[in-house]
């Protein structure tokens, strides 16, 4: 029987038949896939296997017989498709009709690729018995790699496509839906996996490799979806912490620290910005315009990142004390952007008031979890860092932070938790 006549066959079968022919069948089709070069015929075998085949497939024989062997593929035929929009993406315009419908089909190839691995996190979320990481673990690997590459797409449109977007904007939209599907999929997925503390040396890498690369995809996300973005960054930090004794040393603290920081401070500009344009004197007034409901928005991921950041130096003190300097520039930075710094922006007290109490306020637990830090308090005290002081006029909360400090600096023992 010809491949062709196979895949005709196929199609119409039911779910008993296709239960029946699993074991002859599944490795002609993964065979097919494999050696495909057709995009066409790679997403009509891919949905074949996954829609019709994966569902009879004990949970145990999931990776070896069929996700270590399609999903390499997946990703090789995925970033093809992005390389040939990129060959092609300079001729596009609404006269050149089969470059146009050429690029669409791409796109399109490119949405059904998500749709069907949407559909193989699905199948394994809804399996009775525990999920192991072990038993899928090329899925979130291929997933993730597929995911920031879509998202970087979708970040890249409008210099990609300049001019020409309403004529594939509708694709990367719908592009862009299912990615966040997927994403949502996958961490609910991993979320139910549990890895015991004799894990092996694949387990623990493979969960850090999964927490560094959404760390990656918040680095592509963050101007593209502020729900997409926090939620994220929530799981991140739940998973490191779910598995803190297992993967802590193998963190790359270096990088969870600076974009936590930047994001923050990214939020907190947002909202100075959307506050500035409000300069009504009236509360009424401000109230009812527009820019408040994506003020509170942006103050609201202001809270977010502030409380993430709070939970994560609390998690993960010990590995953080070179990172003192840092968390000292932070909160200069942040207490510059308020009065009676005269450096401040120009923003109505009430919306100060209400930023303050999502910025300011949980700053004082981060405080809190930094001052029994020797090298913070080093930090502090050294006269480069005082001349950088002095330069703002600080609130009297910030003078009683510098008191503490300097109390805490002649204390001639370490500090409990400090490496």
């Not at 291929?142 to 590459?149: A, F, G, N, Q």
Request: charged share 20%; proline share 5%; net charge negative.
């Amino acid at each position: 029987m010809s491949q062709a006549t196979l895949l005709e066959e196929v199609v119409q079968w039911s779910p008993e038949t296709c239960q029946q022919q699993l074991k002859a069948v599944l490795p002609k089709l993964v065979s097919i896939h494999h050696n495909t070069n057709s995009w066409n015929e790679h997403i009509s075998v891919l949905q074949i296997i996954v829609n019709m085949f994966l569902p009879h497939l004990p949970p145990s024989e999931l990776e070896e017989e069929c996700f270590s062997k399609i999903l390499p593929k997946v990703v090789v035929m995925f970033t093809g498709l992005l390389e040939e929009i990129a060959k092609h993406i300079g001729d596009l315009s609404s006269q050149n009709t089969e470059l146009h419908t050429f690029l669409r089909n791409i796109l399109q190839m490119m949405v059904q690729t998500l749709e069907t691995l949407s559909a193989c996190v699905r199948h394994v979320c809804a399996l009775d018995e525990a999920t192991s990481l072990e038993s899928i673990r090329s899925l979130p690997s291929c997933i993730l790699h597929i995911l920031k590459d879509t998202f970087q797409h979708c970040k890249d449109s409008e210099i990609v496509y300049s001019g020409r977007l309403s004529l594939v904007g509708d694709l990367l939209q719908g592009l862009f839906r299912e990615a966040y599907s997927l994403q949502k999929c996958l961490m609910e997925l991993l979320d139910k996996i549990s890895l015991e503390n004799s894990a092996s040396e694949e387990e623990i890498s493979d969960i850090v490799t999964v927490i560094h690369s959404l760390l990656d995809i918040c680095s592509v996300i963050s101007n593209l979806d502020i729900a997409l973005h926090a939620n994220t960054w929530k799981f991140i930090i739940k998973q490191s912490v779910k598995y803190q004794s297992l993967v802590e040393e193998h963190l790359r603290h270096s990088d969870l620290v600076t974009f936590l920081c930047e994001d923050l401070l990214a939020s907190l500009q947002n909202s100075l910005e959307m506050a500035e344009q409000m300069q009504q004197s009236d509360l009424k007034e401000i109230l009812q315009c527009p820019e408040y409901k994506v003020f509170q928005k942006t103050t609201k991921m202001c809270r977010f990142f502030t409380n993430t950041l709070v939970h994560y130096i609390k998690e993960f003190n010990p590995f953080l004390s070179k990172f003192c300097s840092r968390f000292h520039q932070l909160y200069l930075q942040i207490l510059s952007k308020f009065p009676p710094c005269t450096s401040a922006p120009s923003v109505p007290v009430v919306l100060v008031e209400e930023l303050s109490s999502g910025v300011l306020v949980p700053m004082d637990a981060m405080l809190t979890q930094l001052l029994p830090m020797r090298p913070f308090v080093e930090c502090v005290l050294t006269p480069a860092q005082n001349k950088v002081v002095l330069k703002c006029k600080l609130s009297a909360d910030s003078f009683g932070f510098a008191a503490k400090t300097s109390a805490l600096s002649y204390d001639p023992k370490p500090p409990v938790g400090v490496c």
